[in-house]
Structures are given as structure tokens and as C-alpha cells.
């Protein structure tokens, strides 16, 4: 016998007992049919749900924690930062090797303008230096480098060239460095 066969004869069977039990019974089949399957797939989902809830709980839980390890390194990183800053008992002696430094090339500063200013909702102050040079554009740019070289934490805030006689080879230049530094009472 062949599995043709059998599959034959088992579905006539099948469609002989559909017959003989009526709309009613085929009806009640039917049904009993449609409910198992409601119950496998309500089944289903109750474990994905579950599963899903799982993971929800455990990614609010990684969450929490990684909004605390962002707090704890935005706290460490600030400190490291105000800690690198200098002390602003140290501005007027850096000021004063700017100062020096710039005759060193032999530029002389006439005038320069100093300003401190604390900066709100923080602990660092704002220390600016103004002066005007005059000299080769060369000269002023190696010391501007030597500068920013020897101070690693001043900042080039603002130069300006201007040039007279289009035959000089002199010219004049605005320049302005910025000092962030710790305000006195975070030493």
C-alpha cells in the first residue's frame, strides 16, 4: 500500500463522518476547532508579552543606571576640568612672563589692557590681555607660537593686522589672549 492511497481513503473517511454528523456537528467542530487556535495564539502572546515586559523592566533598570554613571562621569569630568585650570594667584606672574616674552622678541608694548571677570554659575574667571605690536608679520606670529607654547593654558582669543604702506614690511596688529582660571575661593 502506498501512502497515496492511505491519505486517499483517510480523507474520504474524514468527509463520509462530515457528512453523516451534520451542519450542526460540522458547525460544533468548526468552533471547537477556532478556539484552540485562539488559545494557542492568546498562549503565544501571554509569553511574548511576558518576555517583552522582561525586557522593558531590564532596559528601565540598564537605563537608571547608565543616568547614574552619566552623572558620576559628567561630575568627574567637570572636576578634572576646574582642576586643570590655574590658580588665579598665578595670573599677574603670567601676565608679567607674557609681558617679558614679547620684549625678549624685541617688541615693545606701550599700552596693554587687562580685564578679570567672573564668570556666573561656575567656578572659573575670565582674564583677558589686550596690547598693540608693531613689527614683521613673521616676528609676531613666532610670538604669538613661543607664547601659546610656553602658557599651555591660554587661549589666542582675537588678533587683528593692519598694514599702513603696501612697500613696509611692518605691520600693526591688535592682540588678545584669555586666561581661564579657578575663582580664588576653589584653590
Given at each position: 500500500?502506498?501512502?497515496?492511497?492511505?491519505?486517499?481513503?483517510?480523507?474520504?473517511?474524514?468527509?463520509?463522518?462530515?457528512?453523516?454528523?451534520?451542519?450542526?456537528?460540522?458547525?460544533?467542530?468548526?468552533?471547537?476547532?477556532?478556539?484552540?487556535?485562539?488559545?494557542?495564539?492568546?498562549?503565544?502572546?501571554?509569553?511574548?508579552?511576558?518576555?517583552?515586559?522582561?525586557?522593558?523592566?531590564?532596559?528601565q533598570?540598564?537605563?537608571l543606571?547608565?543616568?547614574?554613571?552619566?552623572?558620576?562621569?559628567?561630575a568627574?569630568?567637570?572636576?578634572?576640568?576646574?582642576a586643570?585650570?590655574?590658580?588665579?594667584n598665578?595670573?599677574?606672574?603670567?601676565?608679567?612672563?607674557?609681558?617679558?616674552?614679547?620684549?625678549?622678541?624685541?617688541?615693545?608694548?606701550?599700552?596693554?589692557?587687562?580685564s578679570?571677570?567672573?564668570?556666573?554659575?561656575?567656578?572659573?574667571?575670565?582674564?583677558?590681555?589686550?596690547?598693540?605690536?608693531?613689527?614683521?608679520?613673521?616676528?609676531?606670529?613666532?610670538?604669538?607660537?613661543?607664547?601659546?607654547?610656553?602658557?599651555?593654558?591660554?587661549?589666542?582669543?582675537?588678533?587683528?593686522?593692519?598694514?599702513?604702506?603696501?612697500?613696509?614690511?611692518?605691520?600693526?596688529?591688535?592682540?588678545?589672549?584669555?586666561?581661564?582660571?579657578?575663582?580664588?575661593?576653589?584653590?
Amino acid at each position: 500500500m502506498s501512502t497515496d492511497y492511505l491519505i486517499e481513503n483517510a480523507r474520504h473517511w474524514s468527509l463520509f463522518q462530515l457528512r453523516r454528523i451534520g451542519w450542526q456537528g460540522q458547525l460544533s467542530i468548526a468552533l471547537l476547532l477556532i478556539s484552540v487556535l485562539l488559545l494557542v495564539t492568546a498562549q503565544i502572546s501571554r509569553a511574548e508579552s511576558d518576555q517583552l515586559s522582561i525586557e522593558i523592566a531590564e532596559l528601565q533598570q540598564e537605563s537608571l543606571v547608565s543616568e547614574k554613571q552619566e552623572q558620576r562621569d559628567s561630575a568627574h569630568i567637570a572636576r578634572r576640568f576646574y582642576a586643570a585650570l590655574p590658580s588665579q594667584n598665578t595670573v599677574n606672574t603670567m601676565f608679567a612672563n607674557v609681558l617679558d616674552s614679547i620684549e625678549a622678541h624685541g617688541f615693545s608694548v606701550n599700552r596693554s589692557d587687562f580685564s578679570v571677570r567672573s564668570i556666573p554659575q561656575s567656578s572659573m574667571v575670565k582674564n583677558q590681555i589686550r596690547f598693540p605690536l608693531h613689527g614683521h608679520y613673521p616676528d609676531i606670529r613666532q610670538l604669538i607660537t613661543t607664547l601659546l607654547n610656553m602658557h599651555p593654558s591660554l587661549a589666542l582669543s582675537e588678533i587683528n593686522f593692519s598694514r599702513d604702506d603696501i612697500n613696509s614690511d611692518f605691520v600693526s596688529s591688535n592682540i588678545e589672549f584669555i586666561l581661564y582660571t579657578k575663582a580664588s575661593g576653589n584653590q
